[in-house]
């Protein structure tokens, strides 16, 4: 069962418009979620970032974050799913032709709960191997700061790092400064410290990536946000990506190389161990 606009209805009845803009421009907002043992993980902050980002792009959400929140359990209680992935979408629906805003926007709001993909366990157990891909971060962008449905670069840079044999892709932006992989934030652990790219790097402020650095103190491990060059990631002792649904994922090959010793090592598992511990708290 599909949340669209307020209703629960079968897959085959969840359809937009071919006018939608979402489907025109990629003129909307996702969020994917993960949920554990019938409890969504932070599931208010990705609902912040959601109008957050909408107000950036002047879209009007037709619904509280209390209703929004009542909506994601109802799919995902439909579907009976206890642990599971969340896509929220919204676009901004139908308008008159050309780019200006609709005058009275409709958008679009659809919430799809699905079983959870298996990720390989090599990811975990051997770390994922990355290149730096041509396609470059725009920092100064709006699309850099939201979640927005333009993931054609991202989807270009999946695209390069799959030819040439990788699991990922990592993203530089104009200064050729570290932002993140196609679909995560990365992080860098050197000399007892964790490093991520700032966010005016360009990265999605994602909130695994805030989980991360909340919970990196009680680690003994001080955090430092700000430009992190390619070669620091050479360099680095240990590397791992995140996102909400593959959780903390060890990266351990850059461009054929090894990051530290090519395998996951002691820090990384501390933080996926420390953030299991934080999903378990919370559920
Ligand atoms: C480009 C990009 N960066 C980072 C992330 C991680 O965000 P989060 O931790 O909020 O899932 C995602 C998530 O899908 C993403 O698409």
Not at 184 to 204: D, E, R, V
């Amino acid at each position: 069962m599909i949340y669209f606009n307020g209703s629960l209805v079968p897959e085959e009845e969840a359809k937009v418009s071919v006018f939608d803009r979402g489907f025109l421009y990629g003129d909307g907002l996702f969020e994917t979620m993960r949920a554990y043992r019938g409890k969504v993980f932070r599931l208010e902050e990705h609902l912040q970032r959601l109008f957050h980002s909408a107000q950036i792009i002047s879209l009007p959400i037709p619904k509280t974050l209390k209703e929004l929140e009542e909506a994601v359990y109802a799919t995902l209680k439909a579907n009976k799913l206890k642990d599971a992935y969340l896509r929220l979408t919204v676009s901004r629906g139908e308008g008159e032709r050309g780019l200006d805003l609709p005058l009275s926007p409709r958008p679009n709001i659809i919430i799809v709960a699905k079983p959870l993909p298996h990720y390989p366990k090599r990811w975990y157990e051997e770390g994922l191997r990355a290149v730096v891909v041509k396609e470059r971060r725009e920092k100064d962008s709006a699309l850099s700061r939201i979640k927005s449905l333009n993931y054609l670069p991202n989807i270009l840079a999946k695209l390069e790092a799959k030819e040439k044999g990788a699991d990922e892709g990592i993203m530089l932006n104009r200064d050729g400064y570290l932002t993140e992989a196609t679909v995560s934030n990365i992080f860098l652990i050197s000399q007892g410290k964790l490093l991520t790219p700032s966010l005016k790097s360009g990265p999605l402020p994602g909130i695994t990536r805030k989980t991360v650095i909340e919970l990196a103190p009680a680690l003994k491990l001080e955090v430092s946000e700000r430009e992190i060059k390619l070669s620091e990631l050479m360099e680095a002792e240990e590397a791992f990506l995140t996102n909400s649904l593959r959780e903390v994922v060890p990266l351990t090959q850059v461009n054929g190389g090894p990051i530290g010793q090519g395998r996951p090592g002691k820090g990384t598992k501390a933080i996926a161990q420390a953030y299991s511990r934080a999903v378990e708290d919370d559920s």
